[in-house]
């Protein structure tokens, strides 16, 4: 959580360095966001809900690295 946390507030701040500040400074909100919704649901009922999710959907699982990697080289893209 804390990494999260930390991982947004820097995309926060770089956003107006980069190509694309609004899409930036939004998807550090999103991230600092669902780093203070992991606090308030609690690490307990986060590990239940992965676990019913993780071991009958790989499709899906295969779907969100797919969306990580896009997101991982747009931010690259962005700040270059």
Do not use: Y
């Not at 609690?42 to 999710?53: H, I, P, S, T, Y």
């Amino acid at each position: 959580v804390g990494i999260r946390m930390v991982f947004g507030l820097l995309l926060i701040l770089a956003a107006p360095e980069t190509r694309f500040p609004d899409v930036v400074l939004v998807l550090g909100l999103v991230t600092l966001l669902a780093a203070l919704a992991i606090l308030v649901v609690g690490f307990d009922q986060l590990r239940a809900f992965v676990e019913r999710w993780s071991p009958t959907r790989s499709g899906l699982i295969r779907l969100w690295a797919l969306v990580a990697i896009a997101l991982g080289a747009f931010l690259v893209h962005a700040a270059n």
